[in-house]
């Protein structure tokens, strides 16, 4: 292989491309005949009363709707809620729980249900005599009772 080396003065000096006859003066309407026309715009949404009319109805199924599933808030229970249970269930609810008696009488709605001696008494009455010395002594020293 030769290696020629090129120079740029040897080459000669002609355009090798030709430009047809008014080519340049059809060029723009050759440009627009290719560009589609433009599609008609949608007109901007105005005020109609019909969508003003879509729209409150709208806002009212869902005003219905939350008012529908949204529960009520439940009220109070009244003056006597455990009425209607048992004592046996309390007592098994409250063994299941691990509350005992003690956790209990720290409350002060329990401490108020207290307060009147008849309700003391009511409570007392079932209990063996053996079962109160018990815990009587058990939480008062014997130092205190003479």
């Known amino acids: 292989m030769d290696k020629k080396r090129i120079r ?5 000096k002609e ?25 008609a715009r949608k007109p901007v949404m105005g005020w109609s009363w019909q969508r003003s ?5 709208a806002m009212a199924l869902i005003l219905v709707l939350i008012w529908v599933t949204v529960p009520e808030r439940q009220g109070s229970l009244g003056q006597e809620p455990l009425s209607g249970i048992s004592d046996a269930s ?3 609810y409250l063994e299941d729980q691990n509350i005992s008696y003690y956790d209990l009488s720290e409350h002060k709605v329990v401490q ?5 001696d008849s309700t003391m008494l009511y409570y007392l009455d079932d209990l063996d005599d053996e079962v109160l010395r018990q815990q009587l002594q058990e939480t008062i020293p014997l130092s205190e009772t003479i």
Do not use: C
């Not at 740029?8 to 000669?12: H, I």
């Not at 355009?15 to 599609?39: D, K, M, T």
């Not at 009319?53 to 109805?57: K, N, Y």
């Open 90 to 92: 309390i007592v098994d």
């Open 8 to 12: 740029l003065d040897d080459l000669k």
């Open 15 to 39: 355009v090798p491309f030709s430009v047809p006859e008014g080519y340049f003066e059809s060029l723009p309407q050759l440009i627009q005949s290719r560009i589609p026309a433009e599609p």
């Open 53 to 57: 009319l879509g729209l409150v109805s």
């Open 112 to 116: 108020k249900a207290f307060d009147t």
